[in-house]
């Protein structure tokens, strides 16, 4: 499968992008920009929630292939994004025992592609990721996805506690996975409206985030390497979810 993301560089085009209602997956600029147009630019990405990286100018070079960027470059995202208000709303409007997955900060987008993947395949109704500092939509995602991207409602939060509030108001139960627990995956009951959520590759779920939640759970890690790659965790996450609900 080859995907495209589409690459718009140049301050101006960008604000241009933006006004005419383009989903952007991230802009990059770069560190220290300065000027009356970029606070322009500044303004629209905090007013639409835009992901944004500060970067170095080599690597505003290698992604507009040496054209004048004049420090910003932004991904045009190949997928639109859903409202998680509505996608829960319609979810329990179909009367069948909601799954969602919420991703605190995953930053690889080939973990991101792959958890996509695993999430079309086990019935997820959507996912949930943080505007900033998580992995883009990008080609890259879509292409580790197999395509599941286009299939699996992803929706964007400024936060992830802002989705554990709205999931727990619905009465949807959360569960972290981490390994700070001494609860199995297998003793949590996941025949019930529930929300996983899988942390970052590098710190896990944030500590903040765990104090909120209904549930944590860790799986047994049987050998002398301390933790599963995040994609993998998910996957048995997931499928201990599916086990339960065919049983």
């Known amino acids: 499968m080859e995907v495209k993301t589409e690459i718009i560089f140049g301050i101006r085009a960008i604000i241009e992008a933006i006004n005419s209602g383009n989903t952007i997956s991230k802009v990059y600029l770069?560190?220290?920009?300065?000027?009356?147009?970029?606070?322009?630019?500044?303004?629209?990405?905090?007013?639409?929630?835009?992901?944004?990286?500060?970067?170095?100018?080599?690597?505003?070079d290698r992604l507009s292939k040496n054209n004048n960027h004049q420090g910003a470059v932004a991904q045009i995202s190949p997928i639109d994004f859903y409202d998680l208000d509505e996608l829960i709303q319609n979810t329990l409007e179909k009367k069948e025992v909601p799954l969602f997955l919420l991703l605190d900060q995953l930053s690889?987008?080939?973990?991101?592609?792959?958890?996509?993947?695993?999430?079309?395949?086990?019935?997820?109704?959507?996912?949930?990721?943080?505007?900033?500092?998580?992995?883009?939509?990008?080609?890259?995602?879509?292409?580790?996805?197999?395509?599941?991207?286009?299939?699996?409602?992803?929706?964007?939060?400024?936060?992830?506690?802002?989705?554990?509030?709205?999931?727990?108001?619905?009465?949807?139960?959360?569960?972290?996975?981490?390994?700070?627990?001494?609860?199995?995956?297998?003793?949590?009951?996941?025949?019930?409206?529930?929300?996983?959520?899988?942390?970052s590759e590098h710190r896990g779920v944030n500590p903040s985030i765990l104090k909120m939640v209904d549930y944590k759970a860790k799986l047994p890690l049987l050998g002398e390497i301390e933790s599963l790659n995040v994609s993998v965790a998910c996957g048995a996450f997931l499928y201990e979810t599916v086990r339960q609900r065919i049983s």
């Not at 000027?35 to 170095?56: Q, R, Y």
């Not at 500092?133 to 409602?153: L, Q, R, Y």
Request: net charge neutral; aromatic share 4%; proline share 3%.
């Open 108 to 199: 690889d987008v080939r973990n991101f592609g792959a958890i996509i993947r695993t999430a079309e395949c086990t019935g997820v109704n959507g996912i949930v990721i943080q505007k900033n500092g998580s992995a883009p939509v990008n080609a890259e995602t879509i292409k580790t996805s197999a395509g599941a991207a286009f299939k699996m409602p992803i929706c964007k939060v400024d936060h992830i506690k802002d989705a554990i509030y709205v999931l727990q108001a619905s009465d949807i139960k959360t569960v972290a996975a981490t390994e700070k627990t001494d609860d199995s995956v297998y003793d949590i009951n996941f025949n019930q409206p529930i929300a996983i959520i899988m942390g």
């Open 30 to 60: 770069q560190k220290e920009l300065r000027g009356e147009l970029f606070s322009e630019l500044n303004g629209l990405i905090k007013a639409n929630g835009i992901s944004t990286s500060n970067v170095p100018v080599e690597k505003l």
